[in-house]
Structure formats: C-alpha cells, structure tokens
Nanobody
Framework: VQLQASGGGLVQAGGSLRLSCAAS????????MGWFRQAPGKEREFVGS????????VYADSVKGRFTISRDNAKNTVYLQMNSLKPEDTAVYYC?????????????????WGQGTQVTVSS
C-alpha cells in the first residue's frame, strides 16, 4: 500500500489543522493506521493510531483530548484532526499502516509509511 499525507501548514497557537492520509491499493480496511511525528533533532514519536474498523483509537498523552483520528474506508483515507495546537506540536507528521487488528504505538510495528507533511505552530 502507498500512503500520501497532506494538509500540513503554518498555524498560530490555539488553531486547528486536519491532516489527511490517502492510501492506494486494495484492502485498505484491513490495515491499522498510525500517525507519528518528528521534530528537528528529536526522535520520531507516536501520535495516535486507529484500528481497521475505526472502532478503536489510541493516543499519546501529549495529544489526548486535542487530536482525533478517524478514517473513511470508502475513501481509503485516514484523518488527524488537530485542535488547540501548541508550538511543541511543530514537526513533520507521518502516517503509517500495518495489516491486522492491533493498534500499536511502536513505529517498528508499521510496515508502510507516507512521505510526511510539515506542521508548524507559531507562538
């Protein structure tokens, strides 16, 4: 499966952005999807993940209550709605996919990765 992330940009603190990750290939609904981010000079970190059905989501503590992951299997797309953005949310955001029912938070559990989209939050 190939992944294409989009929707990043520059936003002021307190603002919102919605990222999209479009997947090509068949059987998208069989993949769990994850969002990760990497800030300059830092390691890639888990943001959140969603099960193949959308019925289960997991979030990092740093974004819980502010970010929401959803998916539309008919459109082969997963979304990351980001509200109340903070300067520390500035990073390149990546979507990732893995086949199966679990929703892991470790990046090495994901097989397919998108190219990343830059999110910059100004103070």
């Amino acid at each position: 499966v190939q992944l294409q992330a989009s929707g990043g940009g520059l936003v002021q603190a307190g603002g919102s952005l919605r990222l999209s990750c479009a997947a090509s290939g068949r059987a998208f609904s069989g993949y769990a999807m994850g969002w990760f981010r990497q800030a300059p000079g830092k390691e890639r970190e888990f943001v959140g993940s969603i099960s193949w059905s959308g019925g289960s989501t997991v979030y990092a503590d740093s974004v819980k209550g502010r970010f929401t992951i959803s998916r539309d299997n008919a459109k082969n797309t997963v979304y990351l709605q980001m509200n109340s953005l903070k300067p520390e949310d500035t990073a390149v955001y990546y979507c990732a996919a893995r086949w199966g029912t679990s929703v892991p938070s470790r990046s090495n559990r994901y097989v397919y990765w998108g190219q990343g989209t830059q999110v910059t939050v100004s103070s």
